[in-house]
């Protein structure tokens, strides 16, 4: 499949994108990340994409948080409020809209575009009764020792979980997204000569009562809720980054094999047999089902460096509907019934 004028995207980064795993969190290093991703983001718009762009937020989110924490001692005395997660995730939410809003802007201008990056503040509601409220899974912030994890527990209260041998995060509520309320906004911003960046973080959560929304402590799966996003905003396809070119089957054995174009009934059944664990492929897999059984078009999961080509079709893993014609495969790798 080849990019004309009539195509439509939602590209979904993780907040790893701009700070890799165990790294210091550093503003510079961000913005030359942001600055690629841009490049990447106006050669695909002066191609003819119509783009929406989600991100996530995890080790930022994590940063707000822990500069709040390091400065409670003063609070009292220096008269500052209180930092509650929702915010923090509304903080990172602008934060990383305007570093990545800036140097895509930045790309177009080189190219001598009219075509601008707009952030969404963006809201997502959430069942106050789900079940996530009660179990913590979704990792923030940097990484972590065993001592400094168990250090963390015991001063500050937090939950804790090891996420690969010997490393450890902060892990917080994460419920599924049940609407993006700008959604309709979004999706007429989308159809103007602009790249629309929204549901950053997943969105902020917020919960419904009579009175109206409130704002609750979370972080949305960035995955899933891009996924609702794409299919209400119309959108063809459906990009979810990760860090690796493909999604694999028999992952690190001797069977293991690369997934090129599979429909949507050969993905759930490799999603039964485990094929997809939920600490890894697992929530992308399930989010590009979701978005397929929305009425979009086609899911793809691929890496960063991948991207262009992957929207092409000769790159990535596409996962496209029972009933729809599958893209061109890009290799002997291709999958069979």
Do not use: C
């Not at 080790?59 to 500069?67: D, K, M």
């Amino acid at each position: 499949m080849s990019a004309g004028a009539a195509s439509s995207a939602l590209i979904a980064i993780g907040g790893n994108a701009l700070v890799l795993e165990g790294e210091v969190g550093s503003l510079t290093r961000q913005r030359e990340r942001a600055a690629e991703f841009g490049e990447q983001i106006a050669e695909l718009a002066a191609g003819g994409w119509r783009l929406v762009i989600s991100h996530g937020n995890g080790p930022q989110v994590g940063f707000i948080l822990r500069r709040g924490e390091l400065v409670a001692p003063d609070a009292l005395i220096e008269g500052l409020p209180d930092l509650p997660l929702w915010l923090a995730v509304a903080d990172s939410q602008g934060g990383i809209g305007h570093i990545l809003a800036l140097e895509i802007d930045n790309a177009l201008l080189r190219r001598g575009l009219a075509t601008r990056a707009v952030a969404v503040l963006t809201h997502a509601e959430v069942d106050p009764e789900d079940s996530a409220f009660g179990a913590l899974t979704k990792p923030i912030g940097s990484t972590m020792t065993a001592d400094v994890a168990r250090l963390r527990t015991s001063e500050a209260g937090w939950t804790v979980v090891e996420t690969s041998d010997g490393v450890y995060r902060r892990v917080v509520a994460s419920p599924h997204p049940k609407a993006i309320i700008e959604a309709d906004q979004i999706r007429s911003l989308a159809g103007t000569d602009a790249v629309v960046i929204a549901g950053g973080g997943g969105g902020i959560p917020v919960v419904r009562d009579q009175d109206g929304w409130h704002s609750v402590d979370a972080v949305i799966d960035k995955d899933r809720a891009s996924a609702l996003l794409a299919a209400r905003v119309g959108l063809d396809t459906l990009v979810l980054v990760t860090g690796v070119d493909q999604v694999y089957v028999h992952f690190g054995t001797d069977r293991q094999r690369a997934l090129t174009v599979i429909d949507s009934e050969e993905a759930r059944a490799y999603l039964a047999a485990g094929e997809f664990p939920a600490g890894s492929m697992g929530p992308k897999v399930e989010s590009a089902l979701q978005f397929l059984e929305a009425g979009g078009r086609r899911a793809v999961i691929t890496s960063l460096a991948k991207l262009p080509e992957a929207l092409k079709g000769t790159a990535g893993t596409s996962i496209v509907a029972a009933s729809a014609p599958t893209v061109p495969a890009q290799s002997e790798h291709t999958t069979t019934r």
